[in-house]
């Protein structure tokens, strides 16, 4: 389960926290990146919202991210 944070960036570790025991009991992991703000230097908070900024394809980045988690833990979620 993927849970993203909003423009504060300050929900993601209340998502962690709620989600824990959902993920415990339903064999699942949860991912609750966090992604940067101003990364061209504009100051932009809410770039990955749009999925692409700039030369950045935020949808690639999350699937690298839990491509990562699973190599980590070598369990198949699916």
């Given at each position: 389960?993927?849970?993203?944070?909003?423009?504060?960036?300050?929900?993601?570790?209340?998502?962690?926290?709620?989600?824990a025991?959902f993920?415990?009991w339903?064999?699942?992991?949860?991912?609750?990146?966090?992604?940067?703000?101003g990364?061209?230097g504009d100051?932009?908070?809410?770039?990955?919202?749009?999925?692409?900024?700039?030369?950045?394809?935020?949808?690639?980045?999350?699937?690298?991210?839990?491509?990562?988690?699973?190599?980590?833990?070598?369990?198949?979620?699916?």
């Open positions: 389960l993927v849970a993203v944070h909003g423009t504060g960036r300050t929900s993601f570790l209340g998502f962690r926290d709620a989600f025991e993920g415990r339903n064999d699942c992991a949860i991912l609750c990146p966090v992604f940067p703000m990364v061209l100051d932009a908070r809410s770039g990955y919202k749009y999925m692409i900024e700039g030369d950045i394809r935020y949808d690639q980045v999350l699937l690298a991210m839990i491509e990562e988690v699973v190599a980590k833990y070598r369990q198949d979620w699916t």
